[in-house]
Nanobody, 122 residues
Framework: QVQLVESGGGLVQPGGSLRLSCLASGFTGFTFSNFYAMNWYRQAPGKERELVATITSGDSITNYADSVKGRFTISRDNSKKTGYLQMNSLKPEDTAVYYC???????????WGQGTQVTVSS
């Protein structure tokens, strides 16, 4: 059974940092590293869910929403089957529930974590 479990959310002051983790289970290491892109989405109250950052399988190419470029860094450790989102210079508008997503186009699979709350406030 595939599961994605996020951790690392919390309350932080503007300008602060947090690192989110997403631990994937139910995959083999080969499948995880070669077939699944890892994505981070967020959803603020009253807003649609938006894609924040992506990292591909294989060559780990990254991409970011304009709103987080230069402040957030997505990474993955395939040996641990874990994805990360390092968030620096946080702003109040980054407040949202952050969701981890594992997506495989060739396998036609899509999995979501339960979400972790990030609140940026003084």
């Amino acid at each position: 059974q595939v599961q994605l479990v996020e951790s690392g959310g919390g309350l932080v002051q503007p300008g602060g940092s947090l690192r989110l983790s997403c631990l994937a289970s139910g995959f083999t290491g080969f499948t995880f590293s070669n077939f699944y892109a890892m994505n981070w989405y967020r959803q603020a109250p009253g807003k649609e869910r938006e894609l924040v950052a992506t990292i591909t399988s294989g060559d780990s190419i990254t991409n970011y929403a304009d709103s987080v470029k230069g402040r957030f860094t997505i990474s993955r450790d395939n040996s641990k089957k874990t994805g990360y989102l390092q968030m620096n210079s946080l702003k109040p508008e980054d407040t949202a529930v952050y969701y981890c997503n594992a997506h495989s186009t060739p396998l036609r699979k899509d999995y979501w974590g339960q979400g972790t709350q990030v609140t940026v406030s003084s």
